[in-house]
């Protein structure tokens, strides 16, 4: 059974600060991984994606992609109250047919 | 350019009722998803179609039942409703390729209540 395991939360941070989220998953075939952010009552939006070891910035988002221990971080700097949201990550497992398999999402609250 | 559009946004049925959730995109994506979402059970998905002309089943394919109709449609059907099929319905799509290759984007989601 492919899992992608994320902590529910709820992750609570004051406004300013760095948000760190983490995910794993459990195969070490997983290609492609995948944030996305769920605001109440909306769909998910992508916020990043990373395919290679390392790290991938985009504005106050850095994706952190880590194989050889299975885990994907987004860290989120200067958090702001409108980055409260559920934060979904998904994974492309090798050989499932490029289907994304999605952990249950932490929820963020940036407190002002 | 809409991305990705369900309708109906709002649906109430009767238990037994039958109905149609419409998706399109015009994206040019290849793939094409159905997902539901309820609370404490994250996404889960339904069917899928990986390219036009073909179908298959995701996790939770009972009582669904899926048309691609074209490149950019993707129907769900719901046959005989019953109350464990309240949930919120969303539909994506994806193509492969380029900076975003596998990258899902969604619909806004169609809120369905079956009483």
């Known amino acids: 059974q492919k899992e992608v395991e994320q902590n529910s939360g709820p992750l609570s941070v004051p406004e300013g600060a760095i948000a760190s989220l983490n995910c794993t998953y459990s195969d070490r075939g997983s290609q492609s991984f995948f944030w996305y952010r769920q605001y109440s009552g909306k769909s998910p939006e992508l916020i990043m994606s990373i395919y290679s070891n390392g790290d991938k910035e985009d504005g106050r988002f850095t994706a952190q992609l880590n194989k050889a221990s299975q885990y994907v971080s987004l860290l989120i700097r200067d958090s702001q109250p409108s980055d409260s949201a559920t934060y979904l990550c998904a994974v492309i497992y090798a050989g499932n047919n490029r289907k994304l398999i999605w952990g249950l999402g932490t929820s963020l609250a940036v407190n002002p | 350019n809409a991305g990705v559009t369900q309708t109906p946004k709002f649906q109430v049925l009767k238990t037994g009722q039958s109905m149609t959730l419409q998706c399109a995109q015009d994206?040019?994506?290849?793939?094409m998803y159905w997902y539901r979402q309820d609370p404490g059970m994250g996404l889960r998905l339904i069917y899928y179609s990986a390219s036009e002309g073909t179908t298959d089943k995701g996790e939770v394919p009972n009582g669904y039942n899926v048309s691609r109709l074209n490149k950019r449609e993707f129907s769900l059907r719901l046959e005989s409703a019953a109350p464990s099929q309240t949930s919120v319905y969303f539909c994506?799509?994806?193509?492969?390729?380029?900076?975003?290759?596998?990258?899902?984007?969604f619909g806004p989601g169609t809120r369905l209540t079956v009483l």
């Open positions: 994506a799509s994806s193509t492969i390729g380029g900076t975003s290759t596998d990258t899902q984007y």
């Open positions: 994206m040019n994506h290849n793939s």
